[in-house]
């Protein structure tokens, strides 16, 4: 009678020692597979990047009605602004922050949209535990009419007081670096109420106090 042979290549079938290896292999491989896909759901929805955001500093130089003018042609009445803002943007969390989508500051007054600035890029990398301080400078005119007929009795009334409620509204999207492929982003949305007095002119400083950001829906920014 033939022997049957100790290797897995036996002729007559795998002897049973082989068949409790496959059998352990499969039972191995069954459960890699299901702890991975825990893995990438645990990462996909349980990992979601944190943003912090506060305004250390911010000064208004002007804020006010102006007629623009261009040549010969008649003047065009403008609305005027000279914002500057020390915005603080903070990445808590133990792992290297992408913005997938640059992160938008934008200056409202009134509900009414003045001035949009780039803070970060898309694909800037935020390290992590670490602070960004970014300097903000909002300065142009929009025409008039931006500001309707509630937001100029608005705007007289603020100016009575010498302190004009401004809010900077921030709007992105990040992720953290290496999940980026798993879907893993948040869309970040701020607002930042400001109470600012008109600043004299030169160098004197305004004393401001720190504002801490609340977290909103972001505004949809197409241009």
Known sequence: MAKCCKCCCCPYGPPRNCRRWFAGLGIGLAVAAVLAAITVVVLRFGVVPQVKAKVYDARLNSFAFANRTAGAAAPTPVFAFDIS????????????????????????????????????????????????????HAVGDVPAYVLDAAAEEDFKKQNATGVFGVEMRLSGEVTYVGLDGLG?????????????????????????????????EPDKIYF
Do not use: I, W
Request: glycine letters at 6%.
């Open 85 to 136: 803002v020390a915005l603080a943007v903070r990445n808590p969390s133990g792992a290297v922050m992408k913005h997938t989508r640059p992160l938008v500051a934008t200056s409202v007054f009134h509900d009414r949209r003045l001035y949009n600035a780039t803070v970060a890029g898309e694909g800037h990398k935020h390290k992590m535990l670490k602070t960004k301080v970014h300097v903000v």
């Open 184 to 216: 893993n982003k948040r869309k970040l949305g701020f607002s930042c109420p400001l109470a600012l007095p008109l600043a004299p002119p030169g160098p004197e400083v305004v004393v401001f106090a720190e504002v801490t950001c609340k977290a909103q």
